[in-house]
T-cell receptor, first 114, second 112 residues
Framework: DQQVKQNSPSLSVQEGRISILNCDYT??????FLWYKKYPAEGPTFLIS?????DKNEDGRFTVFLNKSAKHLSLHIVPSQPGDSAVYFC?????????????FGKGTTLSVSS | DAGVTQSPTHLIKTRGQQVTLRCSPK?????VSWYQQALGQGPQFIFQ???????QRGNFPDRFSGHQFPNYSSELNVNALLLGDSALYLC???????????FGQGTRLTVV
């Protein structure tokens, strides 16, 4: 039973436009959410996180939105750049303190064309 | 500042053999977690070590075991390898105060 779902395996966007990556979760105990980016032959790189006490967190071109009632979060990248082409993983945990395991979705492959 | 380093980067083993993977955490991090990423899947939590003890474990059989040393580095051991153990094994470290994990580049294990 997948607790974190990324239902779109892939997304293609033109350079300069907005990329929106979606993630749904089923476990009500999750209260901390993270996005990671992964290039081939590299480990995942932390992008941005959000606590359940917030509904939005912004860092430069990256913004994460959290809708707790819908158990849904999204990552917005504006403007998209070719270097953003990678696999994006949504992850969730029951707590932000160390000692809590991260539960990952299957990932969405983003392709940004110039 | 070196990030999380893992060794080896690639490994080929025969079914039934045993394997040991190694991980050095990012400087200042005392918590090490291991994840298995099968092809087309997201990373799946194996276990986490803190203060040289296993603190939390995912849904993996006892063939998967680990160790953390006083310098916070860690090993992942897998016994009686199965073809299905072929995957990318990721080590992640985090500081005591939060769960933002920093990942190494991974070890690609192929079981033949």
């Amino acid at each position: 039973d997948q607790q974190v779902k990324q239902n779109s395996p892939s997304l293609s966007v033109q350079e300069g436009r907005i990329s929106i990556l979606n993630c749904d979760y089923t476990n009500s105990m999750f209260d901390y959410f993270l996005w990671y980016k992964k290039y081939p032959a590299e480990g995942p790189t932390f992008l941005i996180s959000i606590s359940s006490i917030k509904d939005k967190n912004e860092d430069g071109r990256f913004t994460v939105f959290l809708n707790k009632s819908a158990k849904h979060l999204s990552l917005h990248i504006v403007p998209s750049q070719p270097g953003d082409s990678a696999v994006y993983f949504c992850a969730a945990s029951a707590g932000s303190q160390a000692g809590t395991a991260l539960i990952f979705g299957k990932g969405t492959t983003l392709s940004v064309s110039s | 500042d070196a990030g999380v380093t893992q060794s080896p980067t690639h490994l080929i083993k025969t079914r039934g053999q045993q394997v040991t993977l190694r991980c050095s955490p990012k400087s200042g991090h005392d918590t090490v977690s291991w994840y298995q990423q099968a092809l087309g899947q997201g990373p799946q939590f194996i276990f986490q070590y803190y203060e040289e003890e296993e603190r939390q474990r995912g849904n993996f059989p006892d063939r998967f075991s680990g160790h953390q040393f006083p310098n916070y580095s860690s090993e992942l051991n897998v016994n009686a390898l199965l073809l299905g153990d072929s995957a990318l094994y990721l080590c992640a470290s985090s500081p005591t105060e939060n769960t933002e994990a920093f990942f190494g580049q991974g070890t690609r294990l192929t079981v033949v």
